[in-house]
């Protein structure tokens, strides 16, 4: 389908464009395996001589027509379902990195991505440093090593709601020759877009804002294309190099734009087998039609509840990038202008222990680890998804000990601000 067209109607039509007599609504294949007539038709299959399907933990007909439809919604040239958001930026990252190698990140990321960073991978022989994503370009240049293969960070920050600076990231990355990798969770391409802006691989969790109902763990990887492989094919061997897993195969001469998604697919999948099950990718569809209804609703929501909470003398700080005189305003101005997203965090006056009791008195929204999602929800990071965490990391991946993430739904906003105060009464 065009990419051209608008994201609200990328929202509903792409992905899925069925012939005559065929389905009108995305079907479920829940099949595991797919028929074929001669021996030959498999075997090209196996050797990547031709698409097609034959075994779902490397593809499906939802799983790809879902897929396409967020390829479409980022810009993107080729995109591959996974099983959570962990494993696509697991896959992103290990898809052009092996023992030896290092990574570049900014520091204010998602607990578990900074987990898998900085332990997990670590024990891959995959090394990592973490750099203020504020500081100046020539500070974050000095990080890169000369086995660096790759620069990471996320649109909008999870918890702390940190505007990343992408243009500025795409130029120290391309500087150095590696590609920028930027998890788009939470702006969604219904906001923010990164592939305009430079970023050339985006990975998403799909559990969040799009699917939108709390129903389905998914996440997604998708690849602009723009990023010239054989340019820096010493530092990129897996793509650039025979594959001597499919008979000498060199993915970025077989495959061209397509080589980065190619490879995740027939040698990740195949090996490692993250897949998203065809049933969560349906329910994932159903959400991404709504998609572009939802986000706005949720900024509205939630900038109104953060005017509010700043103008509550119980409330120590607010940060929501897109209040007036927020130190990633002018960021949120230029990246996102429609919006950012229904996520905030404040903190309140007594510290940690009052934002527990605050929590503990919520009625309407809901103590979750999940976030972005139709329900408002809370969580204290310190306590729950970063706990592993010591005050002093805490701070670093700008995470204030007392932080308070709140969730923003798409109930009514009076509504959401009356239990906030109410629990703050109590």
Sequence with gaps: ??????????????????????????????????????????AKLFDLEESGYFYTRLQNPTNDAVAAKIAALEGGVAAMLTSSGQAANFFAFFNICEAGDHIVSATGIYGGTYNLLAVTLK???????????????????????????????????????MVLDIKKFARIAHAQGVPLIV?????????????????????????????????????????????????????????CEPDPSYHGLTYSKAFGKMAFITKATSQLMRDLGSIQSPQNAFLLNLGLETLHLRMPQHCKNALAV??????????????????????????????LPDGSCGVLSFGLKGGRDVAIKFMDNLQLAAIVTHVADARTCVLHPASHTHRQLSDEQLIAAGVAPDLIRLSVGIENAGDIIADIEQALNK
């Design 123 to 161: 024990k891959l022989g995959i090394d990592c440093t973490f750099v203020d994503q504020d500081a100046a370009e020539e500070e974050i240049a000095a990080a890169f090593r000369p086995n660096t293969k790759l620069l990471f960070g996320e649109t909008i920050s999870n918890p702390g709601v």
């Design 183 to 239: 998890d788009n969770t939470f702006a969604t391409p219904v906001n923010c877009r990164p592939f305009e802006w430079g970023a050339d691989i985006v990975t998403h969790s799909t559990t969040k804002y799009m699917d939108g109902h709390a129903t389905s763990v998914g996440g997604c990887i998708v690849d602009s294309g723009n990023f010239d492989w054989n340019a820096q094919a010493a530092k990129y061997p897996g793509l």
């Design 306 to 335: 953060a005017k509010w909470l700043e103008q509550n003398d119980r409330v120590a700080w607010v940060n929501y990038p897109d209040l007036e005189g927020n130190k990633y305003r002018d960021l949120a101005r230029k990246y």
């Design 1 to 42: 389908m065009d990419n051209k067209l608008k994201p609200e109607t990328l929202c509903v039509q792409a992905g899925w464009n069925p012939g005559k007599g065929e389905p009108r609504v995305l079907p479920i294949y829940q099949s595991t395996t797919f028929k074929y007539e001669t021996s030959e038709q498999m």
